[in-house]
């Protein structure tokens, strides 16, 4: 009978329209202007924080104080910095005023048996946070050694640290930020075309038209979601296989993908819901772009979010609990979906 | 005039009420209604404890033995998950297997074994701040303070005191100039002149420029928020422990640069609204009778904007006023909001409906947002974060004085650019585009050919007639005016082509670099063919391809020397943006050649491609083609004589 097949002609009229003003040519560019700017904004970053991405960058330090021999000896132990010696501290800020060192330390020890360390590093240049940072490893390691020094005042001793491993923060981020955004933004375009379609018909007044036609309303937001729902995997798979090729082997794709329609059917159904609510397509797009704010936003802080799924999957560190969670998300999708539906089927839109 | 100005508040008046009758009161009671139960429930969730923004959490999987004192530092790290030793199996189950051997004592050692991955790196790293972190907790709660913390470190930043030579010496004795990526540019070779040690006093280096950090937690009273170094590090710590070592940190402007992305948020939906607003006109022939009025198309549109405008400042004073910025700041991210205003506003001249609207609208927020924000991370870092307005923001919230010439640096380009736009736009605010269903690409060609003026063969037989020049004259005009786009482009290229290895970015980014410019050349050559303002003989396309060249190489030119009084080390580098720097000290004829030999290349290469443009759409694409391919072997050239 006709009623799969309206659906489907339906479905069928979005993704012309959508072909004919190539505007998923336009979101494919979004996404992959995305996608590239915040790797460089990340290799940007990591560059001036991961002092290993210096190529052999090593902080000097002028050092002065009766502390001086123990921070020697730390240098030692880090890659990062090495320490030359002064008289006293008026030398070591000599050599700093005169660019032979890239940061002054003057190490004293007071009168409680610690030790007062005066930092004093440039304003504000290119380098200031790599020296910072190579300095703070130097101190650490320091900090440690004094620690050691005194184990016997201290009731419990720190646990000794495993050995130091290179490792590109870069990683971590791919997987948390990256692939989470790249998956969901294909969500929020889906649900924003589902507002725009239905506003537009009601605006134009042909969806009066399309009533005319032997379709029930169920039938044209069906079609409608039909088409929104299925333009978004593709998108998603479409960066997943990006990231393989490019040397990131992304893990659980299936259940990606899975999850990430769930996201797109209960997005669409809120879309479906809001432009039900209010006609207008300022007010929808308005509406709808805070509850996708609230609903994502809320969700991501939640435990076991989205975007933590997500993350979770595509590392291969998925447990039962992210399965459960993917079915948990397909279930509300549906109950979502369905509730909406039905709502829109008896009521009609307004306007 | 006045009476000018009164039709578009007139317009502006009309605008307001409309669209106060869009997002009506209920719209509104139903965003608060659903902001505040969402704020309910992230305020329960933070009371339960289950509310944490831990994108991170459980992706690392660690086989360590319950009893162990490593499982606590596991269990309190959100990113690492425990798994027991004993079920554990690396690659499979865990991505790291730590081995806790206790031998009597204080005599404990530990061993890590890692999957051999870039996943077992990155949980090894992870789990080695776990433990640091867990120490730093542990130490926390010794009674002897001194013996747990021995080490009190308290940072200052101080510039030295000759001006010249603000560039360290990072890994001095090798060379000087710390060679990586990014950071090159300022330092290097000022390095090594000295800093003859005037201000060599002993005692402090206070006074001036310095700022003190002690860089803890606890220190409530010494928090004040000009403060250029939060200490986001320390907060983890107990009371009592000023300043170790691990609280230290960098000079980043984290809680400026939050702040700065604030006044870009309400900007996304301003442009919903203006966007939808526009398209509302075109839509149904609504706008005809406002068209058949005696106001002219941009009395019309500056009437329609001047609400959104005027929002747009409102509410960035507001967000000023709420987080401390100044009058700066405002003056700083209008032109942002006019750019988001006026690159909405071309979207919606030329989109075809709400959905191909959603497209240009989310395209324009994100390109913006990205443009204003990322310069401005690197604000302590660089000069070229001048680049984006939201520079001087952080800069304002910093509390750090601005120059009047690095404030027009920063806003200049932008407000131009939304100027320019708005030209664009205005340009089909007319009749037979506006209640059209054209391709975009189609609206675009008509907006920039309205902006030309024929030429016609005949016209061309008395060069020096100043009437005949003028069509001339628009070309060229025309073409200077794509430059602001053309470095946003080039910008763009270096940005996306950033992370390539050196050996394939430079050519590469010679080409796209060529066609960015060739195109921007000589598109509008194409719509003046195309649309029948410029007759299609030889003549003409030679004449239009040597004006255009022209305008292109004077506004490039004006450009430089621009830049060379603003900014001198755009790190992106001389190869993108022509050869500015480094000229000095070559004999004078070569100098001159060198000015010159741009006019030429922009005159010919316009050229092959204004013949193609003459002669329909695939010609086009192949003669501009060519055209790219001369610039680029011209780029490669000048590249490596300049080395």
Known sequence: MGSADSRLTIAGRELAGLRAEKTILLAVAIQLFIAAFSSFLVVGLVSMYDPGALDGAEVEVAAAGDAVTDLERAADEVSGASVTRYENAGAARLAFERNAADAVVIATRDDGGGVDVHVTAPDTTVETTVIVVQLRDLLRTYEVNERAQRAEFLTESPLPLPDRTGSSPYFTFTYTVLIPVLVFLPVFISGSLVVDSITEEID???????????????????????????????????????????????????????????????????????????????????????????????????????????????????????????VAYVAIAAVAYVGVRRLVAENGFEG | ????????????????????????????????????VAGVVLGGGLAAGVVGIDVDRDVYRVGVDPGSPYADAVEAEPSLTPVSADRATLGETADLVVLDAERGGADREVAVIASDTRKGEAAAAEFRAAVEAHNERLMATEENATAAFPVTVSLRYASRTTPLDDGATLGGADGGGGGGGSSGGSDGDEATGDGSGEGGDTGDTGGTGTRDSTGTGDSAGQEDSGLAVPSIGGGAFGAGTVGTPGAIAPPFPFASLLLAFAFLVPMNFLIQAYGSSVLDERTNRRGEPLLVTPLSPAEIVAGKTLPYVAAAVLVTAAIAVAVGGGVLSVVAVLPIAATFLAATFVGAMFARSFKELTFVTVGVSVFLTTYAFVPAIFTNVTPVALVSPLTLVVFDLQDEAVSLGEALFS???????????????????????????????????????????????????????????????????????????????????????????????????LVVI??????????????????????????????????????????????????????????????????????????????????????????????????????????????????????????????????
């Not at chain 1, 029930?216 to 998603?236: F, H, M």
């Not at chain 2, 008509?446 to 005949?458: C, K, N, Q």
């Not at chain 2, 001159?592 to 443009?613: E, K, Q, R």
């Not at chain 2, 329909?616 to 060519?626: K, N, P, V």
């Open chain 1, 204 to 326: 134009r007044g042909t969806l009066e038209l399309l009533r005319v036609a032997p379709v029930t309303l169920g039938e044209i937001v069906d079609g409608k979601a039909l088409a929104a729902v299925s333009i978004a995997p593709g998108q998603a798979l479409l960066w997943l296989l990006l990231l393989r090729a490019n040397g990131t082997p992304v893990a659980n794709v299936p259940a990606i993908l899975v999850l990430m329609t769930a996201l797109t059917t209960l997005v669409v159904a809120l879309a479906v819901a809001i432009s039900a609510l209010a006609p207008d397509r300022r007010a929808a797009q308005f509406l709808y772009s805070i509850g996708v704010l609230v609903l994502f936003g809320g969700a991501t802080a939640m435990a076991g979010g989205p975007a933590n799924a997500v993350a979770r999957l595509a590392i291969d560190s998925a447990d039962a609990a992210t399965t459960a969670l993917v």
């Open chain 2, 1 to 36: 005039m006045i009476d000018r100005l009164r039709r578009i508040l007139r317009v502006a008046r009309w605008e307001t009420a409309r669209a106060g009758g869009g997002v009506d009161r209920r719209t509104l009671l139903a965003a608060l209604a659903l902001l505040s």
């Open chain 2, 411 to 509: 806003t200049t380009p932008m407000a131009l650019g939304a100027a320019l736009l708005y030209g664009l736009g205005i340009g089909v605010y007319r009749e037979e585009d506006l209640f059209t269903q054209k391709p975009v690409a189609r609206k675009f060609l008509d907006a920039l050919a309205v902006r030309l003026s024929a030429v016609e063969p005949d016209s061309l037989g008395a060069i020096a007639s100043r009437d005949r020049l003028r069509p001339l004259a628009s070309v060229a005009l025309l073409t200077a005016c794509t430059i602001p786009f053309v470095f946003v482009a080039e910008l763009l290229a270096v940005a996306v082509l950033f992370a390539l290895p050196v050996t394939v970015s430079i050519p590469v980014l």
């Open chain 2, 514 to 643: 060529a066609f960015i410019e060739e195109l921007a050349k000589s598109v509008h050559l194409y719509a003046g063919f195309e649309r029948g303002v410029f007759a299609r003989t030889d003549r003409v396309a030679v004449a239009v391809g040597l004006a255009s060249g022209a305008g292109f190489f004077l506004a490039e030119k004006a450009t430089a020397v621009v830049q060379a009084v603003g900014l001198t080390e755009l790190y992106v580098g001389r190869a993108a943006f022509g050869s500015v720097a480094g000229v000095e000290g070559l004999p004078v004829g070569v100098l001159v050649a060198l000015l010159f030999a741009p006019l030429l290349l922009h005159g010919v290469a316009t050229t092959v491609a204004a013949m193609g443009a003459s002669r329909g759409r695939t010609r086009y694409a192949l003669a501009l083609a060519l055209a790219a391919l001369i610039h680029a072997a011209y780029n490669f050239a000048v590249v490596s004589v300049h080395g």
